[in-house]
């Protein structure tokens, strides 16, 4: 039996290590993760581990909490994987030795980062699997597999573990004050689901503080039947000041009053995570060696229960013209580069006004050039004018936070039709040293909108009632790579795309064969692009700067023989490709030339 097992069969406390990573961090300027300093500062390692087995830890992590390749590789570190877990285990185990103190050194596992679920499990479970192989085969006592939100991310990582290693592992989860996790999974669920993979004990970790721990130990002790909890929380919520992450200075009886109430809720590993430091830990200890005794019993938090508030869901007039095989027209517009919206109204006057739209779909930052939000733009003109608006959105410029707070702000308003694309990269725009937020790509940002529609935020907690989104996605029939296209576009209605809109086409044979590779039809409507090209300087300079469209030669050379006609001929070109898209497509969406709105009816009215 392990000396972990055995401390833990023992019924005694163990006290573990704080906030590594974030001591190292601080420590430790430019690097590109905590675990490099695996590579770049052994030294500033082992003194961190040795503050805290001074202060009476009797469980340290080795530096590897993010040291798998898939984080790693986001760094150009994933070349350096073998070397870095390796040398964090090597590290701990010298300052254990330093120290002259009998401590266990886990193996700290944590999540892969995935947000936008690119990933599946399979791939997943194999880069646990190198990061657990390698920890084992460095000597580790125990896995600590740690700071996960997701529970089937969890469950992966555990089966993962215990597929190279016999070693005992101890599970925790991050939760809320609610003793949910971000996926809304209560504590007494996870313990349920987690308790028959032959875990030697589950927990929390990370989170708010203090107080949200005891939440979670309070719950999982109603359902633990013996099993060993743990508590590892951070010392409490940070602000930012001068770029850094600054945590408050938790007073030591305040931890000391912590690990008092964790132990009298079952917890038998005792630490923490983010903000703790070696003052902390020290005051954990004195708790628990003084076998110290709460001053006031944990009072479990009440959950606040969403109320579920009825709102109308009718199908926008893109939705029921799709729906019922109706040719749709929409015009592209682009919001201001600044606060006047007078222009934009009027060009929506005048395109409601002729009675050939159905809708505009507004760009959002083209080119990555700051303009007015295409949301608030297309509230304001679906309230002012009465045309119906398909908002582009990209997640390139919010983080999944912002993106749905924004579209359950424009859902508020009125907004239902909403594109999710991928947008221009940053370093194109306005702001060259920019970079773009990405938390989701486009696949994401889809499912983020389906999840909203189900009454859930994208972690899956629930919100005050589902929305009603149509969601539409970007798709490219000329794309040079077609198979990878066409995957992606899968990945997209399988995320919950209703419709689709087509990259800027000016010859229907691109269509035509990408029809081919979904098996003759498209499993969505399809929209397809119109630019009317005026000149062949134009068509050229498209062709050749701009990625994703393509414009065959034939037609170049049309409008390089046509001269000052050349504007007529592309028109005419536009007109014949329209009426090419009507036994192919459900519509189209024009791209006015000359970024003259207007200039879309003289093509619809040919």
Not at 9 to 21: F, K, L, M, S, Y
Not at 319 to 332: G, I, N, P, T
Not at 510 to 518: G, I, Q, S
Request: with cysteine; proline share 6%; hydrophobic share 45%.
């Amino acid at each position: 039996m392990s000396r972990a097992l055995e401390r833990l069969e023992e019924g005694r406390v163990i006290v573990a290590d704080g906030g590594t990573g974030a001591l190292i961090t601080a420590a430790v300027p430019r690097l590109r993760c905590p675990e490099e300093a695996n590579l770049k500062a052994p030294e500033a390692v082992v003194g961190v581990h040795l503050g805290f087995i001074r202060a009476g830890a009797e469980l340290i992590e080795a530096n590897t909490f993010g040291a798998n390749r898939r984080k790693l590789s986001a760094q150009l570190l994933d070349d350096c994987l073998e070397e870095i877990v390796e040398s964090g285990v090597k590290l701990a185990r010298e300052a254990r030795d330093v120290s002259g103190r009998p401590v266990l050194v886990a193996g700290s596992i944590g999540p892969l980062g995935d947000l936008s679920g690119s990933e599946d499990a399979a791939e997943s479970f194999a880069d646990f699997c190198e990061q657990a192989r390698l920890l084992e085969g460095r000597g580790v006592d125990v896995f600590m597999v740690e700071t996960f939100f997701e529970l089937d991310e969890l469950v992966t990582a555990i089966e993962a573990v215990r597929s190279v290693s016999s070693l005992p592992v101890v599970a925790q989860l991050t939760f809320d004050e609610d003793a949910e996790t971000l996926a809304g999974v209560t504590a007494r669920e996870a313990v349920v689901r987690l308790r028959g993979l032959g875990i030697a004990a589950v927990g929390a970790n990370c989170g708010l503080g203090p107080q949200a721990a005891l939440a979670a130990l309070s719950e999982m002790a109603m359902e633990a039947n013996g099993l060993p909890l743990t508590a590892q929380p951070n010392v409490g919520l940070p602000s930012r000041r001068g770029g850094a992450l600054v945590y408050p200075n938790a007073t030591a009886d305040y931890f000391a009053e912590f690990a008092a109430q964790a132990r009298n809720l079952g917890a038998r590993i005792i630490g923490g995570c983010c903000g703790t430091t070696p003052a902390q830990i020290a005051a954990i200890s004195a708790a628990v060696e003084d076998e110290r005794e709460p001053r006031v019993p944990f009072a479990a938090v009440e959950r606040e229960v969403p109320v579920a508030i009825a709102r109308p869901s009718g199908k926008t007039r893109l939705e029921r013209k799709l729906e019922a095989k109706e040719w749709v027209v929409s015009v592209e517009l682009d919001p201001p580069k600044g606060t006047n919206m007078d222009a934009l109204l009027a060009a929506a006057e005048a395109l409601k006004a002729s009675g050939r739209v159905d809708a505009t779909d507004l760009n959002d930052n083209p080119m990555a050039r700051a303009r007015l939000s295409s949301l608030m733009a297309a509230a304001t003109i679906e309230a002012k004018v009465g045309l119906e608006t398909i908002p582009h959105v990209t997640p390139r410029d919010a983080s999944v936070t912002g993106l749905q707070s924004q579209l359950l702000g424009a859902h508020a308003a009125g907004i239902r039709n909403v594109l999710a694309v991928t947008g221009d990269p940053p370093h194109i725009g306005d702001y060259p040293g920019s970079s773009g937020v990405y938390e989701v790509d486009a696949v994401g940002l889809a499912s983020l909108l389906s999840h909203l529609n189900r009454g859930e935020d994208y972690s899956g907690k629930a919100i005050d009632s589902p929305t009603s989104f149509h969601v539409g996605v970007a798709v490219n029939p000329s794309a040079a790579d077609l198979d990878a296209e066409v995957e992606r576009f899968r990945r997209k209605l399988d995320a919950g795309a209703r419709f689709a809109m087509t990259q800027a086409l000016f010859d229907i044979g691109y269509l035509d064969r990408l029809l081919d590779a979904l098996g003759g039809e498209s499993p969505v409507p399809v929209l397809v692009g119109i630019w009317p090209l005026t000149s062949f300087q134009l068509a050229f300079r498209l062709h050749n700067e701009v990625p994703g469209i393509t414009i065959p030669e034939s037609i170049q050379d049309r409008l390089a023989s046509a001269g000052p006609n050349a504007q007529a001929v592309g028109f005419e070109l536009a007109r014949g490709l329209i009426e090419e898209a009507r036994s192919r497509a459900a519509g189209i969406y024009v791209i006015p030339p000359f970024k003259e709105p207007t200039a879309a009816l003289v093509l619809l009215d040919g």
